[in-house]
């Protein structure tokens, strides 16, 4: 899908927080197609269990696209169970290089409750330098907010809630119909 063929599509927000040895990832269920909004409930965080170990992703772009790397990275998990670093780096080279994959147009964030990655098209595997991340057309309103918040006492979710209800108030292509999802600790 590119920008020519379906012009407006706008991605979404997707933020993570690592605190009290867990982390929590948040996404909004904003779809939006130029100034129209097309659902506000979507599911953009997903549980995955590949080989019995629990991973949580978010992903942001083309829903078609994130559900074809998620289904990619699972595989990678399977074949590396408990790696995570690993199998986003495969995934990471496989999305670069690969002919079909190469097209696709989303962004991941993925953990195991001990590390975060935020994983891209261009062959990047980033670990957040905060204990944050963030992805999505509001990720660096959710981003900043959430590390201004990292000073507080506050847990992870109420960090990530916090974070992701100023970025919906400051981007018209995020809301406030959140999926959480908690994992480590």
Not at 44 to 59: I, M, Q, S, T, Y
Not at 109 to 137: K, M, N, R
């Amino acid at each position: 899908m590119t920008e020519d063929k379906f012009p407006g599509w706008h991605g979404t927000t997707i933020l993570a927080v690592r605190r009290g040895g867990k982390v929590v990832v948040a996404g909004d269920g904003q779809v939006s197609v130029g100034q129209t909004v097309m659902k506000g409930t979507a599911r953009k965080v997903r549980r995955l269990k590949p080989g019995g170990h629990e991973v949580v992703a978010g992903f942001a772009g083309s829903t078609a696209d994130a559900f074809t790397l998620l289904e990619r990275l699972e595989a990678k998990l399977e074949a590396a169970p408990g790696q995570l670093q690993r199998a986003c780096v495969e995934l990471a080279k496989d999305w670069r290089t690969d002919k079909y994959l190469r097209n696709l147009e989303a962004m991941l964030i993925v953990t195991d409750g001990s590390q975060i990655y935020v994983v891209t098209g261009a062959g990047d595997v980033l670990e957040p330098e905060h204990e944050v991340a963030a992805i999505g057309s509001g990720g660096n309103f959710a981003l900043a907010a959430a590390r201004g918040l990292l000073d507080s006492d506050q847990d992870a979710e109420t960090i990530a809630r916090k974070a992701m209800a100023i970025a919906a108030d400051i981007c018209i292509y995020t809301n406030g119909n959140l999926t959480v999802e908690t994992i480590g600790g």
